[in-house]
């Protein structure tokens, strides 16, 4: 039997390598997984891949942040959420044999890791726990959408701002003398989006934000007071 111990996983390097779907991955399936395996950089606004576009493989977000839009037929577009670093995406087209019922664009300069769809199905022969943690990754999803849902009914406008900002504050932000402060990645609209509200009430949440809280906002400059 072939001794694959000395061959690297692309995965070893990577700050999120424990809960990479491609963990797991050994053996006699590593050199197929080392094969399909390709780093992809995306430059800011370009797409990854579009709504109705027949699925080509599985991407993990190593670098930068993906937006996840629903395209309707009057040509508008609907940020439903966003991939940060760590996350997979497409594999939910993977598991339908479907097309991608949305499509990912790269908001700022990013980089994914690309399996496949062909090398996804030769490594599932050989390493069952990959589907599971494919598997793992739809359930996510599902409670994700819940506590999107829940929120929503529970919490208020200004707090789901606040929490959002936190999260792409430890992401793109930059520690200053003032305080932590970014560039927002995303639009007031996108924003509005994302929670679910009409981009004239998010104007009015983002000045109770400011008003009630450590926060100051200049268009897409975002400051959070130390």
């Not at 891949?49 to 309707?72: A, D, T, W």
Request: charged fraction near 25%.
């Amino acid at each position: 039997m072939r001794d694959y111990s000395d061959l690297k996983h692309p995965c070893g390097n990577c700050g999120f390598r424990d809960q990479s779907v491609w963990q797991p991955v050994s053996g006699a399936a590593l050199p197929m997984l080392t094969r399909g395996f390709d780093r992809l950089p995306l430059s800011s606004g370009q797409v990854l891949f579009e709504q109705g576009e027949e699925n080509s493989g599985i991407y993990c977000v190593s670098k930068g942040l993906i937006g996840i839009r629903s395209r309707q037929g009057d040509g508008k577009s609907t940020l439903l959420r966003l991939a940060y670093p760590g996350e997979v995406i497409g594999f939910r087209s993977f598991m339908a044999g479907q097309p991608h019922q949305t499509e990912a664009q790269a908001l700022v300069p990013s980089r994914v890791c690309m399996v496949p769809r062909h090398t996804v199905r030769q490594i599932m022969d050989r390493t069952p726990e990959l589907l599971g943690r494919l598997a793992d990754r739809c359930l996510q999803e599902i409670d994700r959408s819940h506590a999107h849902i829940i929120a929503a009914a529970t919490r208020s406008n200004t707090e789901r701002l606040s929490d959002l900002l936190e999260r792409l504050m430890q992401i793109h932000g930059e520690q200053s003398a003032e305080g932590r402060r970014m560039t927002l990645p995303i639009s007031r609209i996108d924003l509005a989006d994302l929670l679910g509200i009409r981009p004239e009430t998010l104007s009015r949440v983002v000045a109770r934000l400011v008003s009630d809280g450590p926060y100051t906002i200049s268009g897409r400059e975002v400051l959070i007071k130390a």
